[in-house]
């Protein structure tokens, strides 16, 4: 989980976009894609790609450093057991971002994330 960044955050404080891009995370491992705006899709893509490193690697201690990001095991099962063995070969970029177009309510730019 990448360190909060200073000044303006997604959301409210340091906590709380943490706990945001964990359930990010957790949604795009269990649903394969979410649509989000595009501020917090560039922002999670570089955890999930991290999770699915982790789930990569396979062992004990990635498990657990898994854990740290995503407070589910069932989630964290999902992503070693299936969505990490889909990657053996690629070295990277698990993710994608398209772009959908604004959001009808208050022109926020809308995309979808989803596993390549």
Do not use: C, W
């Amino acid at each position: 989980m990448p360190k909060p960044k200073k000044g303006p955050r997604l959301g409210g404080n340091a906590s709380h976009q943490k706990a945001m891009l964990s359930n990010l995370a957790r949604a795009v491992i269990m649903n394969g894609r979410i649509t989000t705006t595009e501020t917090r899709a560039k922002m999670a893509q570089p955890v999930i790609d991290g999770l699915v490193t982790f789930g990569k690697k396979g062992d004990v201690h990635a498990r657990r450093q898994a854990l740290k990001v995503i407070n589910d095991r069932d989630v964290v099962h999902r992503l070693f057991a299936e969505v990490a063995p889909r990657y053996g070969d690629r070295n990277g970029g698990y993710t994608r971002i398209l772009k959908l177009g604004p959001r009808q309510g208050d022109g926020a730019p809308m995309v979808i994330i989803e596993l390549v």
